[in-house]
């Protein structure tokens, strides 16, 4: 009883110290200088073939999420809506087609044209068609897929993509909804166009009925010793973000648990807990696409567009992956971006592998609410811009 009582006074004051640790934290300090990253920005300015996407996510093909990428190692880039056609002498050549999900696939770490190869379907006549189409119990015939974050699961080397079926329900440029989150599993050694691949309805999709939506998928992290996370506690961390309020929320589970999802738990604040419907709101004002990592003085940077569509890209520093998290700090104003009063800004995150010791390379997306008109303008307005923060 005596060794009993006192593992519980150790356990007690470890916890104490922990939280004291936690509370000590500085969440609203942090030492950096930030620039656009003119090399990355160029890598997906195209003319040929795939010439703009957005929803871009990238995962290391070989699981390691958690450090720079080396000169031998491949990263897939998912992109969601993407343009396909010829650009000549910035003109829009006739016979361009938009699909609703693409991939690429970069050799090496650097921002090399000719390194990196893309890839999508084709119909019979050879038309570019989506990579990945729904195909669930829950799926609609004309439902299509959006592209989350993803990761490549050390415990059975798979690769793990969030799908977000979506749905058009009414003519406009917002005319569409999502309907249904899905996951979908590449098999190791699965090469792009990916024809094999399952697909798993998951109880994920969060909706009460009406207009207040969401899903979880909007960012992956892998805090696993295999994956090289800086402070692991082998689980992986999915993030939700949900309604016009742009809530942010925390599930977590095991690797070898992650295709069962009874087994996913829900911050609620307190505790991990079986119920997805108490799960806490983390922090506010987010985008629908975001991420988390690790910055090197053992915080973790949130980086997000702020309130989803605006022209800031913002930071939360977090002492933790589930925080709690400081206030938002500007990182960038895309105003510059903005060459006309259609266009928009929105679903900044970044991409730690392909950033090097102490910094951040960090994308964001433009488009315009008068997509078709403003495309024959600009036809390269509709792709990822990239920005270099370094952390001092």
Not at 6 to 22: E, N, V
Not at 194 to 200: I, R, T
Request: glycine content about 8%; overall charge positive.
């Amino acid at each position: 009883m005596k060794r009993f009582a006192m593992f519980c006074i150790c356990l007690c004051t470890a916890l104490s110290q922990s939280i004291a640790q936690k509370k000590a934290v500085n969440l609203t300090d942090v030492k950096f200088t930030v620039a656009e990253a003119p090399e990355w920005s160029a890598l997906l300015k195209r003319n040929s073939g795939w010439f703009g996407g957005d929803g871009i996510y990238t995962i290391p093909m070989n699981g390691v999420e958690g450090k720079y990428t080396g000169p031998n190692s491949k990263t897939l880039f998912i992109f969601s809506d993407s343009m396909v056609g010829e650009i000549r002498e910035n003109t829009l050549m006739p016979g361009y087609r938009m699909i609703h999900n693409s991939a690429a696939v970069l050799n090496g770490n650097k921002p090399v044209t000719g390194n990196m190869k893309f890839y999508w379907n084709t119909d019979e006549k050879n038309g570019a068609e989506s990579l990945f189409v729904p195909a669930t119990p829950k799926a609609d015939s004309t439902d299509y897929y959006w592209l989350g974050d993803g990761f490549v699961n050390q415990a059975n080397k798979a690769t793990y993509i969030f799908g977000y079926r979506v749905r058009n329900m009414y003519q406009g440029p917002f005319g569409f909804r999502e309907v249904g989150n899905t996951l979908i599993k590449l098999t190791p050694g699965t090469n792009p166009p990916y024809k094999a691949n399952k697909q798993m309805d998951t109880p994920f999709y969060l909706t009460d009925g009406k207009d207040d939506i969401g899903s979880y998928g909007a960012a992956v992290y892998v805090n696993t010793k295999a994956a090289g996370a800086a402070t692991p506690d082998g689980y992986i961390y999915i993030y939700g973000v949900r309604g016009l309020a742009k809530n942010l929320y925390a599930a977590r589970v095991l690797p070898t648990d992650f295709e069962n999802f009874k087994k996913w738990r829900f911050w609620d604040g307190k505790a991990w807990v079986a119920e997805i419907d108490k799960a806490a709101v983390l922090t506010t004002g987010v985008s629908n696409e975001l991420s988390i990592s690790a910055l090197p003085d053992g915080r973790y940077a949130l980086v997000f567009q702020q309130n989803g569509m605006s022209t800031t890209v913002g930071m939360r520093i977090g002492a933790s992956p589930i925080g709690p998290f400081g206030p938002i700090i500007k990182l960038w104003d895309c105003q510059p971006d903005l060459t006309e009063k259609t266009f928009v800004v929105y679903n900044a995150k970044a991409h730690p592998t392909l950033s090097k010791p102490g910094e951040l390379i960090i994308s964001y997306n433009i488009n315009s609410v008068e997509f078709d008109k403003d495309l024959k303008k600009h036809p390269n307005l509709y792709r990822p811009r990239f920005i270099r923060v370094k952390f001092n």
